[in-house]
């Protein structure tokens, strides 16, 4: 059993940045590979990023490529969003996830364990 915790949404003016945290409990969490997924209202949740299982690769959604950043601190069981140059549309309650299984990266069905998510709001 894994539990994610996140950390560090909140308000921000377009053009920001924000870094949200995923704490994970258990001790395995190395052999998890983590992603990050948001939800907006009235929309369906979207990947935002993940790394692959083994950790070497990291996935990014077109939409944020290039202003968001994912990393993690095993030393830590934490798991990093960097977010820069945020906008409107980025605005929505962002949610980390772990899975176990080299599958689909970009699908929540892929994924294990989820966080309770924190929300970001990005004022225009």
């Known amino acids: 059993q894994v539990q994610l915790v996140e950390s560090g949404g909140g308000l921000v003016q377009a053009g920001g940045s924000l870094r949200l945290s995923c704490v994970a409990s258990g001790r395995t969490f190395s052999s998890y590979a983590m992603g990050w997924f948001r939800q907006a209202p009235g929309k369906e949740r979207e990947f935002v990023a993940a790394?692959?299982?083994?950790?070497?690769?990291?996935y990014y959604a077109d939409s944020v490529e290039g202003r968001f950043t994912i990393s993690r601190d095993n030393a830590k069981n934490t798991v990093y969003l960097q977010m820069g140059s945020l906008k409107p549309e980025d605005m929505a309650v962002y949610y980390c996830?772990?899975?176990?299984?080299?599958?689909?990266?970009?699908?929540?069905?892929?994924?294990?364990?989820w966080g309770q998510g924190t929300q970001v709001t990005v004022s225009s």
């Open positions: 996830a772990a899975r176990r299984r080299a599958i689909n990266y970009a699908a929540g069905s892929s994924y294990d364990y």
């Open positions: 790394f692959s299982l083994s950790g070497a690769t990291t």
